[in-house]
């Protein structure tokens, strides 16, 4: 009897200890932050390793300069980055300093998970007015949601030049068509003896952003598949793309299907793997390919060219939680990556041409390297060329109607099914999502 | 109530109180990390819950959603079809090796030990990531093919062959099943094979007719445990295909985890969760009435 009430005081203090023990280290955690002795920061983005490099090496000499400040890291590959933080901003869990961007696949984010950025000591001064109205355009109360990291054209077609010399071919000039793309193409796939394809597959289902067949569709057709209403495209548009590089596929100047539908923006992307020639990524991405080849990669913009306003303004941005519970901390954090000059030549272009001026200058007065010219070339090249088109935001259900139409796409990239069903299906698919 | 009884009562309720005051940091987790998301589950699987505060009651609608949406019934289709070849595939790997091993070789700890290693971690991102590359277009299976003068595919991207190679790497997940059968193994004794061979009975007669209804109770667990986890594949499929090509791979958990976190759908992600469960509990179900059929336990007469 007496060992019994003794086992269960015993065990009853455990559990009181171990029950207590988050509040007491809650309650030193808190004492901390007022004091400003030690403080916890997450900050995520997205990229390839380069990228992922980069901003390391900006956090150590913040972490080195300010430290009281802890920046716990969040970083991930492209894929899924929107989803997790849609997750993370709906349980108000969401990291205290993020890159994101507004329109586009953004818009699923809640504006009110990101903070004024006005209300911060930051310095604007080296940023573009028209880019900061932009994004304080996004936001009905008017907020500025969060400082631009680049100043950029974002869409671009890498050409792998290596490639090109050791098959004779000269290299495409920046204004050029969709059918000079497609002659070229050709010209890859028959000069390496059915090696190498000319180009990526754009309506094969791809399995990342595909800006290659956004610039198609607005040169084709004027309008990408869908708007904020619904399917903007017609049956007989939708069959002309598809009639339009099945062809190129058929030939084998585009991609297989296999090859198409296992392509990323990394190691495994057809260019790296030397299975294609050109295909079209984000401007900012170049590094990243460029690092996991030793052959010598080029851009250019992509053929014809209308270029969409979400494509060529802010895009991304570096944006404070409105959840922090150290927003002036998270404030210094955002004001040094994107306003310390330090800061901005360890980052050079790893995310497309700095927006802050000074950086920009900074890069060029040091002497660009090789992936920052090419970078700068298209960005000052389809600044004075090309026409800019006005986007229009993606419907709400844009994402699942994407997975959708990506399927349909391989299906009719590996033959399973005809030009005529693939698009019923897409039409199909569209309805049923009240697009 | 005299004065033992009430000691006695006393006594049980201090023994009560101390076994709770031990569990109830596991308790705490369980209601707060188990049991209330999974009520919470069914209260969103009759809304349109999407991560925003603002929805609405919508009755049965996404459970008649997850029965005739297009993407929903073939995801069910595409992981009944795994469930049936990977199970039988993976019990019989697993039951071959564990035979091989019950016959007393030198170096048993060694062979068991290196068969378990890919149990361990074969549910991992890095063994998918591998995966992806013994079996990709340039990858080792195609080089070893290569060498004989065959021309490989990329076995990952097609959709013939796609959901092929993650049966097969759940086939190659084998050693938690061997070791389990093993262990049952080594309970069968040796005289009933002794008396075998004397009344002329072979290898193969003796495999069916005295090992396999010794360990069907074993053979039960492990075929029981096998499908409820070829139910809920994901990682292989999330890593290797993502769902990929045509959707040929799109399982249901990879589909529930697409509508709730892709699409934002929590409300129908909720349903088509329970959806899931139904499936299972009814296929375990059947496979419980089944057993009685094949299943033999020394204690009860058949």
């Known amino acids: 009897m007496i060992r019994s009430h003794w086992t269960f005081r015993v065990a009853l203090a455990v559990i009181l200890v171990l029950l207590a023990a988050p509040i007491f280290g809650a309650g030193r955690s808190e004492k901390a932050a007022a004091t400003d002795e030690q403080i916890t920061l997450r900050f995520s983005w997205w990229g390839g390793e380069t990228r992922h490099n980069a901003y390391q090496d900006m956090l150590e000499l913040f972490m080195e300069r300010n430290p009281n400040i802890r920046v716990e890291a969040e970083f991930s590959g492209w894929d899924g980055y929107i989803d997790r933080l849609r997750t993370q901003m709906a349980a108000n869990n969401q990291p205290d300093v993020f890159v994101a961007g507004h329109d586009g696949p953004w818009q699923v984010l809640p504006l009110g998970a990101r903070a004024d950025i006005r209300d911060f000591d930051i310095d604007l001064s080296a940023f573009n007015d028209v880019q900061l109205d932009e994004i304080t355009s996004y936001d009905p109360a008017g907020r500025l949601t969060g400082i631009p990291v680049s100043e950029s054209v974002r869409a671009g077609y890498l050409i792998n030049a290596t490639l090109f010399d050791e098959l004779g071919i000269e290299l495409p000039k920046s204004d050029w068509t969709w059918e000079d793309m497609a002659e070229i193409a050709q010209l890859v796939y028959d000069r390496s003896g059915g090696t190498v394809h000319g180009v990526l597959d754009e309506s094969a289902g791809i399995s990342y952003g595909s800006f290659g067949r956004r610039s198609w569709d607005l040169a084709a057709h004027g309008a990408a598949i869908s708007g904020p209403d619904g399917l903007t495209q017609t049956a007989e548009q939708l069959r002309d793309t598809y009639r339009w590089w099945g062809a190129l596929r058929d030939s084998g100047a585009a991609t297989s299907a296999e090859i198409s539908v296992q392509a990323d923006d990394g190691a495994n992307s057809p260019i790296v793997t030397r299975d294609a020639a050109m295909m079209s990524t984000a401007l900012g991405s170049y590094s990243r390919f460029q690092a996991n080849t030793p052959d010598d990669l080029k851009m250019i913009a992509p053929p014809d060219g209308r270029y969409p306003s979400d494509e060529i303004g802010a895009g991304i941005s570096t944006q404070i939680s409105s959840q922090s519970r150290h927003p002036q901390a998270a404030a210094a954090l955002v004001s040094f990556l994107r306003n310390d000059l330090d800061a901005g030549l360890i980052f050079g272009t790893e995310n497309g041409i700095p927006a802050n001026r000074h950086f920009r200058e900074a890069l060029i007065e040091q002497g660009l390297d090789a992936g920052s010219q090419v970078q700068f070339d298209v960005h000052n090249w389809v600044v004075a060329n090309r026409e800019v088109v006005s986007f229009v935001g993606p419907h709400e259900a844009h994402s699942e109607f994407s997975s959708l139409q990506r399927a349909e796409e391989q299906a009719l990239a590996f033959g399973r099914q005809s030009i005529e069903r693939t698009v019923e299906k897409i039409i199909e698919h569209a309805r049923n999502l009240g697009m | ?302």
């Open chain 2, 1 to 302: 109530m005299n004065t033992a009884q009430t000691l006695q009562r006393r006594r049980r309720w201090a023994e009560f109180g101390t076994a709770y005051g031990f569990l109830s940091l596991w308790l705490i987790g369980l209601f707060v990390f188990t049991v209330w998301p999974f009520a919470h589950s069914i209260y969103l699987a009759f809304t349109n819950y999407s991560f925003d505060p603002q929805y609405e009651y919508v009755g049965f609608a996404n459970f008649r959603r997850a029965v005739t949406d297009s993407l929903s019934l073939k995801s069910m289709d595409v992981t009944a079809r795994f469930a049936i070849f990977s199970v039988p595939l993976r019990l019989a790997v697993a039951l071959f090796v564990a035979v091989l091993l019950n016959k007393g070789i030198k170096g048993l700890g060694v062979y068991r030990t290196i068969y378990y290693i890919p149990s361990l971690v074969g549910s991992g991102v890095a063994v998918a990531i591998m995966w992806r590359r013994v079996f990709g277009r340039r990858g080792l299976f195609n080089n070893v093919i290569g060498l004989f003068g065959a021309s490989g595919q990329d076995w990952i991207a097609n959709p013939d062959t796609a959901r092929l190679m993650l049966v097969l790497l759940s086939a190659w997940q084998f050693g938690s099943s061997m070791l389990i059968f093993l262990a049952a193994l080594k309970q069968v004794p040796n005289e009933m094979y002794e008396s075998a061979e004397i009344d002329g009975a072979g290898v193969v007669r003796q495999f069916f007719r005295i090992t396999v209804p010794l360990i069907s109770p074993v053979i039960f667990f492990n075929l029981t445990m096998n499908i409820i986890n070829a139910f809920r594949v994901f990682t292989q499929a999330k890593i290797i295909t993502n769902g990929g090509p045509m959707n040929e791979t799109m399982f249901m958990v990879l589909n529930i985890y697409n509508q709730a976190f892709r699409f934002g759908n929590m409300g129908y992600a909720s349903a088509l969760s329970w959806v899931l469960l139904l499936i299972i509990g009814a296929v375990t179900a059947v496979n419980f009435v089944g057993s009685k059929y094949w299943v033999y336990y020394e204690t009860k007469a058949r």
